[in-house]
T-cell receptor
Framework: DGGITQSPKYLFRKEGQNVTLSCEQN?????MYWYRQDPGQGLRLIYY???????QKGDIAEGYSVSREKKESFPLTVTSAQKNPTAFYLC?????????????FGDGTRLSIL | DAKTTQPNSMESNEEEPVHLPCNHS???????IHWYRQLPSQGPEYVIH???SNVNNRMASLAIAEDRKSSTLILHRATLRDAAVYYC???????????FGPGTRLSVLP
């Protein structure tokens, strides 16, 4: 079945450490997105990419970095500059550069601080 | 800036219809209105979306006000499996600008 795979499901970060969250899709979608969700809160956009080798900052990009070297992959790195990284991270995709399509979401990665 | 508002929580009895409102008074002409629902520790699931006309699918109906400043997600017969947080999201035509609602937690009573 086609879908979005996020790994790992749970991740722990030490102080001063960078960690990378994986997001892979086999839907052949052009656009991919990263969201952050804090407990009891809604979604906030971190970064998005609509084509390979190009990405744009969302509302809360500080302390995060991304790459899009392949169409199917959009990893998110949470850097040590992100002082409050504890959250639920969601990856999503859209078939193209259009808002007239449903977004597909992964099952998320929960990041905590050790 | 565009903004959406939703009630924090709603409650329904099983097998009764549910109307979940969303206000988006600053919506632009090219914004699509999307609805998703989310269970704890899972990714959101697509429910329905529309632009101007009312929409129906197997999961729900979407009623959009004539001025597009509000919309209502309609679950025709709530089941226990419909208990979730429902998000109203505006997505522009180019998939670049997103406006997220705070979500409504729907409880379904047996």
């Amino acid at each position: 079945d086609g879908g979005i795979t996020q790994s790992p499901k749970y991740l722990f970060r030490k102080e001063g450490q960078n960690v990378t969250l994986s997001c892979e899709q086999n839907l052949n979608h052009d656009a991919m997105y990263w969201y952050r969700q804090d407990p009891g809160q809604g979604l906030r956009l971190i970064y998005y990419s609509q084509i390979v080798n190009d990405f744009q900052k969302g509302d809360i990009a500080e302390g995060y970095s991304v790459s899009r070297e392949k169409k199917e992959s959009f990893p998110l790195t949470v850097t040590s500059a992100q002082k409050n990284p504890t959250a639920f991270y969601l990856c999503a995709s859209l078939p193209g550069r259009w808002g007239n399509q449903p977004q597909h979401f992964g099952d998320g990665t929960r990041l905590s601080i050790l | 800036d565009a903004k959406t508002t939703q009630p924090n929580s709603m409650e329904s009895n099983e097998e009764e219809p549910v109307h979940l409102p969303c206000n988006h008074s600053t919506i632009s002409g090219t914004d699509y209105i999307h609805w998703y629902r989310q269970l704890p520790s899972q990714g959101p699931e697509y429910v329905i979306h529309g632009l101007t006309s009312n929409v129906n699918n197997r999961m729900a109906s979407l009623a959009i006000a004539e001025d597009r400043k509000s919309s209502t997600l309609i679950l025709h017969r709530a089941t226990l499996r419909d208990a979730a947080v429902y998000y109203c999201i505006l997505i522009d035509n180019y998939g670049q600008n997103f406006v997220f609602g705070p979500g409504t937690r729907l409880s379904v009573l047996p």
